[in-house]
């Protein structure tokens, strides 16, 4: 009976576990693994495997490929790779609010902070990098957007691998959970990035404040 009621109990702890799951929103998520059509997302630091075109705690899984899976949080798109950062989300924030003044993120592996966004609407992901003078994104990622650069200002930059030549671009506007700022100058570049830089062309708008591997932006006025 004991070994009984042990099993039973086993049991129900997972069925609330999934319950609690279903209905409440995500706060982090990672992608632990892929296969097939089928990705393993950690999400507030419970592994679930979730088939395309299922749900779970407001999380929407899209696409898979080897490495990565496309997610839907919101009604907001966003891509998660093997290996990379946790994402922070913010699936309250109302897609039309622009009056949130704080931005708060965790740090990721490597000590790295990601987070979720938008540029011009569509969802990116951004990695802050405090020693970018810009935002910082390829042509390809500029391309998806529809980020008018081609006919914007030249010059050269200086990378890992040397020199490459850059356009100057202006974003419309740069979005993180409801914090959103317009008309952020960008640099885009010719070599294929996983991820956007959020550089002080963004940063700067803000008062930052790091506690161990908290990040706290709040909105200069």
């Keep these: 009976m004991a070994r009984r009621a042990g099993r039973v109990l086993?049991?129900?702890?997972?069925?609330?576990?999934?319950?609690?799951?279903?209905?409440?929103?995500?706060?982090?998520?990672?992608?632990?693994?892929?296969?097939?059509d089928k990705a393993v997302l950690v999400i507030d630091g419970v592994p679930r495997t979730l088939s395309r075109g299922a749900s779970i705690a407001g999380v929407k899984l899209l696409a898979v490929?080897?490495?990565?899976?496309?997610?839907?949080?919101?009604?907001?798109?966003?891509?998660?790779?093997?290996?990379?950062?946790?994402?922070?989300?913010?699936?309250?924030?109302?897609?039309?609010?622009?009056?949130?003044?704080?931005?708060?993120m965790t740090a990721g592996s490597g000590g790295h902070f990601s987070s979720a966004?938008?540029?011009?609407g569509q969802p990116v992901v951004?990695?802050?990098d405090t020693g970018a003078t810009f935002i910082a994104l390829s042509q390809?990622?500029?391309?998806?957007?529809?980020?008018?650069?081609?006919?914007?200002?030249?010059?050269?930059?200086?990378?890992?691998?040397?020199?490459?030549?850059?356009?100057?671009?202006?974003?419309?506007?740069?979005?993180?959970?409801?914090?959103?700022?317009?008309?952020?100058?960008?640099?885009?570049?010719p070599m294929q990035m996983e991820q956007i830089l959020l550089g002080n062309s963004f940063l700067a708008r803000f008062q930052m404040t790091r506690e161990n591997d908290t990040m706290t932006l709040v909105r200069r006025y």
Excluded: W
């Design 126 to 128: 951004f990695l802050v």
């Design 10 to 36: 086993r049991a129900l702890g997972t069925g609330l576990l999934c319950a609690a799951l279903g209905h409440a929103a995500a706060q982090t998520v990672t992608l632990g693994g892929t296969l097939g």
């Design 140 to 189: 390809s990622e500029a391309d998806r957007l529809g980020v008018r650069y081609r006919d914007g200002q030249r010059g050269m930059a200086q990378t890992a691998n040397g020199p490459v030549p850059v356009h100057r671009a202006r974003l419309a506007s740069v979005r993180i959970g409801d914090v959103q700022v317009f008309d952020v100058e960008a640099t885009v570049v």
């Design 117 to 120: 966004g938008s540029i011009n």
């Design 65 to 104: 490929s080897n490495d990565a899976a496309e997610v839907e949080v919101a009604n907001r798109r966003t891509t998660l790779r093997l290996g990379g950062a946790q994402l922070k989300l913010d699936p309250s924030a109302s897609a039309g609010a622009s009056n949130g003044h704080q931005i708060v």
